[in-house]
C-alpha cells in the first residue's frame, strides 16, 4: 500500500492527476519544466516507496538520458556551435542540450509512471473505468484470478508427472511430448474449473438482472476541492506552459530562460501529492 | 412476497429474511419441501431417485447421509433450478412453499443459497471484497445497501482482517468461509451445502461447520448438508435424512433413531459415524445398555460420561487394552539425513534438519498441521527437489513413485484403459497388465470411462493403477484419502495394507484423518516446527498424544488408556465391532 494521503483520494482524482503530469510531461522540452517534471516526479516517488527502489528507477533512467542525449546530438547537425566533425557526423552544443532535455523529458514520464504504478493499484484502475462497463470490470477481477491458478495448476500437473515419469525420458522427444501432455491435462482440468465455477456464478443470479457495482471508493468534500484546484492549475498550466514552449526554441540557438509564472504554477499542479498532505491534522510535515 | 423480496432486494431498505418468514404473509409451513419426488437421467433410464417426500421446517439443520452414488447431489440440486441435473422428474418440490421454477431468476438466486465440495473453483473474482459483493452485484443491488450487507456480512463471517486480500493468497479454510460468506450475504432462507469440507483438514473443517452452526442458530436459516464425515457434523444436527443406493429415503428422523436404525441395518455408513456413537452400537448390538442411556452419544463429550457410565455400572473389561503392534521388519529403503530444504533463497526453511527412514513392508505415515512441509518432504523423498543440505538415501535401483494430491493431475486420456497405457514404453508392461492391475483394484467396469467422471474413490484407485504399473519399490503418496467417504477409504486401506504386507513395498502417506491412521499405518511420525517430532508405533502414537489423536482415544483417556479405535474398545469389553449386516 502505498504511503501518503494522496494515494487515499478517489481514483478519479489520482487517475486526473497522472494524466496531467505526464500529459504535460510529454508535451513540452523546455528545460525548466524538464527539470521541475523530474525533480517532481522523484520526489514523489522517494516519497512513495523510499530512497533505494527510487535509486534502483533512476539507475535505470540515466543511461536512457545518456543514451538519447548522444544519439540525437550525433544525427542532429542542425545547430550552430559544432564542437566536433568526423565525416558525416557532426556534434553540435545545441543538439546535445536538445538531446538532454529529450532524455529528460523521457526520464520524468518514467518516474512518473513508477509513481502511478504506485498508486493506482489495480482495483482502482478497474472500479474507474469498470463501472460503467459491470460486465468488463468482472471480466479483468476473473481473468486476474484465472491466470496465477493456471500457473499453479500448470506447476502441480508438471511436478506430479515429473515425479512419476522425469527420470525415464530425458531426450528432447520425450520432453516434449510430456510438455504437450501437460497441456492436455491443463485443458482438461481447466474446463472441470470452469463448470463448477459456472455454477457458482449462476447460483449467486449471475445474468439475473443489470449488474450494479459494489462502491469501493467515495467522493468526499476534499475530493472536490482537490479536483477543482487539479482542474484550474491544468487550465493556467495549458496557457502558460504552451505559451513558454512556444518561445523557446533549440536550434539554431539555445534561447535563454525567461522568468515566467507559469514555472510556478506547474511545480504546484505537480506538487499535489505534497500539498494535500497539509490537511493533515498532526505533523503535517512528518 | 414474491415481489416484495425482489423489489426490496434492489431497492433497500431491505427488512431481515427472518421477518419475513415469521411475518404476516403467508408463511409455508415447510422451508424445503418435496412429495412424491422421482428423478430420472433420461425418460428411457430408471429412476436415480423416487418416492421422496420430505419437508424440513424453517431453521432446522438437515444432514443428508448416503454412499457415494446415491444421488445426494441430485437431490439437493433439484432445490436450485440453475444448478439442477438434466433429466427428468416428477412430483412436487417447494422452496417456501413455491415452486422454484416458477420464481423469477433474482428470487430464485437469492432464496436457496448453495454450497460446493471445491473451495478453489467457486471463487469468481480476485479479490474478498468483490467476491463478496459478486452476488449482489449480479441482483442488481443499489451500491448504498451493497456496503452495508458486506460490510455486515464481513463483521459476522469475521472476515474484515483480510477483506483487502488476493483470492489466491487466502488457505482453503478461508476460501470455503469465504464462499459461505458470499452467499450468506444474499440473505437466503435455506442453505444448501453439498460436501462443503471434504477438501479441508480437520481443523478448518471444524472451523467451518461451528460457523454454519452459528449461520444457522443466530440468523436461523435452514440448513441442509451432505458429509463423508458425520463427527463433527452428527452433533449439531437436529435432523438426519438417510438416502439409500437405488435412490429411496430410508430414514427421516433425528440423529438417534439414525444410529438405532443403523446398528441394526448397515448402510456402509457405520464407519462414517461419530467415534461415540460407534462406541454406543457396542453396546446396543450385545443388548446391553450401561448407565441406563437412553439416547446415542454423539460428541466427544458424551462419549466421555456414555462411557464412564458405563464402568460405574459394572460393565465388565474383560482384557486388558491392545497393546503396541508388533511392526514389520523390513529394511531402511529410503532415508533423509539431515534434510534442509527451502523453496528460495530469501524464503524461510521449510525443513531443517528432518532426519528419516522408510522401511520395506511398512505402512508409514506423516501427519501435522497444514503447511508443515509434509508435501515438501513427500517431493524431496522422491527426489523432486534437491535439498539445501543433506542428502537423501536410496537403496540400489530403487523405484520412487509420488503420487500427488490431486490424482486427477495424472490423467491425459479419454479412456481409463487407454490412459494408463500411457506409459507403457517407459514402464516396459502391456495391455495384459493394465487388465491385471485393473481387475486387482475392482476397476474392470470403468475401463472404458472418462478418468474425469470417476466418483473420489475411483480416481484415488485409479490412479493407484496408473503409479502401481511402473512397478515402484516405495510408494509415497499425498492426501491419497482427501475427500473420500468411508466405504472407498476402507477399500484403499486395504489395498495398501495388501501391498505393505504381500509385496513388501515401502508406504509413506500423509493425511489428516487420524482414524485412517491408526487403522492403518504401522508408524506414525508427526512433522512440526519444520521437523519431525516424534515417530512412532501408530498404535502408542495415538495413546501417548494428548489432543492430536483420535477421538476413540479421547473418549478413552484416563479410563480405558490404549483404545484408539472402536476395534480396541470392542477388544477391551469382549463385544463385537459392526453392525448386525457384516
Not at chain 2, 203 to 210: G, N, T
Amino acid at each position: 500500500m502505498a504511503k501518503g494521503l494522496f494515494a487515499t483520494y478517489h481514483p478519479a482524482v489520482c487517475m486526473l492527476f497522472f494524466l496531467a503530469a505526464i500529459g504535460f510531461g510529454f508535451s513540452t522540452q523546455h528545460p525548466v519544466y524538464v527539470a521541475l517534471s523530474c525533480v517532481m516526479s522523484g520526489a514523489f516517488l522517494v516519497y512513495l516507496r523510499g530512497w533505494r527502489p527510487f535509486l534502483r528507477t533512476v539507475g535505470t533512467c540515466v543511461p536512457l538520458v545518456v543514451f538519447v542525449g548522444l544519439l540525437n546530438s550525433l544525427f542532429n547537425a542542425a545547430g550552430a556551435t559544432v564542437i566536433w566533425r568526423w565525416g558525416p557526423f557532426c556534434v553540435c552544443v545545441e543538439g546535445l542540450c536538445y538531446g538532454v532535455a529529450m532524455g529528460g523529458m523521457l526520464a520524468a514520464v518514467l518516474l512518473w509512471f513508477a509513481c502511478y504504478n504506485e498508486v493506482m493499484t489495480e482495483d482502482k484502475f478497474t472500479y474507474l473505468f469498470g463501472r460503467r462497463l459491470p460486465t468488463v470490470s468482472l471480466m479483468v477481477s476473473m481473468i486476474s484470478r484465472w491466470v496465477p491458478r493456471m500457473v499453479i495448476r500448470g506447476r502441480s500437473v508438471h511436478n506430479s508427472q515429473e515425479a512419476l515419469i522425469g527420470g525415464y525420458d530425458q531426450s528432447r522427444r520425450g520432453t516434449l511430448r510430456r510438455g504437450v501432455r501437460m497441456a492436455t491435462v491443463l485443458a482438461g482440468l481447466g474446463m472441470e474449473d470452469s463448470i463448477q465455477t459456472a455454477d457458482s456464478m449462476s447460483a449467486r443470479g449471475y445474468g439475473s438482472t443489470t449488474r450494479t457495482s459494489y462502491v469501493l471508493f467515495r467522493w468526499h468534500v476534499r475530493e472536490h476541492v482537490v479536483l477543482g484546484l487539479l482542474v484550474a492549475l491544468a487550465v493556467a498550466n495549458a496557457m502558460l506552459l504552451f505559451a513558454d514552449a512556444g518561445a523557446f526554441a533549440f536550434y539554431p540557438l539555445v534561447s535563454s530562460v525567461e522568468p515566467s509564472w507559469g514555472y510556478a504554477t506547474y511545480a504546484l499542479m505537480l506538487g499535489t501529492p505534497f500539498w494535500v498532505e497539509l490537511e493533515r491534522v498532526r505533523r503535517p510535515w512528518a | 412476497m414474491m415481489t416484495r423480496l425482489a423489489s426490496g432486494a434492489a431497492r433497500g431498505p431491505v427488512p431481515a429474511r427472518e421477518n419475513d418468514v415469521g411475518g404476516l404473509r403467508n408463511v409455508s409451513e415447510y422451508a424445503l419441501e418435496m412429495r412424491d419426488y422421482a428423478f430420472s437421467y433420461g425418460s428411457t433410464s430408471t429412476d436415480a431417485l423416487h418416492d421422496i417426500s420430505f419437508g424440513l421446517r424453517h431453521g432446522s439443520f438437515a444432514v443428508l447421509c448416503g454412499t457415494s452414488g446415491s444421488g445426494k447431489s441430485t437431490l439437493l440440486r433439484a432445490f436450485k433450478p440453475e444448478l439442477a441435473v438434466a433429466g427428468e422428474s416428477r412430483g412436487t418440490v417447494r422452496v417456501l412453499g413455491d415452486d422454484p421454477h416458477l420464481l423469477g431468476p433474482v428470487e430464485s438466486a437469492t432464496r436457496v443459497g448453495f454450497v460446493m465440495q471445491d473451495p478453489e473453483n467457486q471463487i469468481v473474482t480476485d479479490t474478498v471484497w468483490h467476491e463478496l459483493a459478486f452476488g449482489l452485484e449480479s441482483i442488481g443491488m443499489d451500491p448504498q445497501t451493497m456496503r452495508r450487507r458486506v460490510a455486515e456480512a464481513a463483521h459476522f463471517f469475521g472476515i474484515g482482517s483480510w477483506f483487502d486480500r488476493r483470492t489466491a493468497d487466502l488457505s482453503g479454510g478461508q476460501k470455503q468461509l469465504l464462499n459461505l460468506a458470499a452467499i450468506v450475504v444474499m440473505q437466503p432462507a435455506v442453505l444448501v451445502l453439498d460436501e462443503p469440507t471434504s477438501q479441508l483438514d480437520p481443523i478448518a473443517a471444524k472451523a467451518f461447520l461451528d460457523v454454519l452452526e452459528r449461520v444457522n442458530s443466530e440468523l436461523g436459516i435452514t440448513v441442509v448438508i451432505t458429509e463423508h464425515r458425520l463427527e463433527d457434523v452428527l452433533p449439531i444436527a437436529d435432523r438426519v435424512l438417510l438416502l439409500e443406493r437405488g435412490g429411496t429415503l430410508a430414514y427421516d428422523g433425528d440423529r438417534d433413531g439414525f444410529a438405532h436404525m443403523l446398528a441394526k441395518h448397515d448402510s456402509g455408513l457405520y464407519a462414517a459415524l461419530p467415534a461415540a456413537t460407534r462406541m454406543g452400537m457396542l453396546f446396543e448390538r450385545a443388548g446391553r445398555d450401561p448407565g441406563g442411556h437412553v439416547t446415542y452419544p454423539f460428541s466427544v463429550r458424551e462419549g466421555r460420561s456414555y462411557l464412564a457410565d458405563a464402568l460405574a455400572h459394572g460393565e465388565r473389561v474383560a482384557g486388558p487394552p491392545p497393546t503396541e503392534r508388533a511392526l514389520p521388519s523390513g529394511d531402511v529403503v529410503l532415508s533423509a539425513r539431515d534434510l534442509w530444504f527451502r523453496y528460495t533463497r530469501d524464503m524461510p526453511f521449510v525443513l531443517r534438519g528432518v532426519d528419516f527412514n522408510l522401511h520395506a513392508g511398512r505402512i508409514s505415515a506423516l501427519v501435522g498441521g497444514n503447511g508443515s512441509g509434509k508435501s515438501t518432504l513427500l517431493s524431496a523423498l522422491a527426489g523432486v527437489r534437491k535439498p539445501e543440505r543433506g542428502r537423501v538415501v536410496r537403496a540400489r535401483n530403487l523405484h520412487v513413485a509420488l503420487m500427488a494430491q490431486n490424482p486427477k493431475t495424472l490423467f491425459v486420456r479419454d479412456r481409463l484403459v487407454d490412459d494408463l497405457m500411457e506409459w507403457s514404453d517407459v514402464g516396459g508392461y502391456s495391455l495384459h497388465d493394465v487388465n491385471n492391475m485393473l481387475e486387482r483394484l475392482g476397476l474392470e467396469q470403468l475401463r472404458a470411462r472418462h478418468p474425469y467422471d470417476l466418483s473420489g474413490g475411483e480416481t484415488q484407485k485409479a490412479a493407484l493403477a496408473k503409479i502401481l504399473l511402473l512397478g515402484p519399490d516405495v510408494l509415497l503418496l499425498d492426501e491419497p484419502t482427501k475427500g473420500l467417504d468411508a466405504p472407498a477409504k476402507a477399500q484403499i486401506g486395504r489395498i495398501l495394507s495388501d501391498l505393505a504386507l504381500r509385496e513388501g513395498k515401502a508406504i509413506l502417506l500423509t493425511t489428516h484423518d487420524l482414524e485412517f491412521v491408526s487403522e492403518i499405518a504401522h508408524t506414525c511420525s508427526m512433522l512440526f516446527g519444520h521437523d519431525i517430532t516424534c515417530t512412532q508405533d501408530a498404535h502408542g502414537f495415538f495413546v501417548d498424544n494428548l489432543f492430536y489423536s483420535t477421538p476413540t482415544a479421547r473418549i478413552a483417556r484416563g479410563m480405558l488408556d490404549g483404545c484408539v479405535t472402536t476395534a480396541d474398545l470392542a477388544v477391551s469389553f469382549g463385544l463385537a465391532e459392526g453392525t448386525h449386516d457384516e
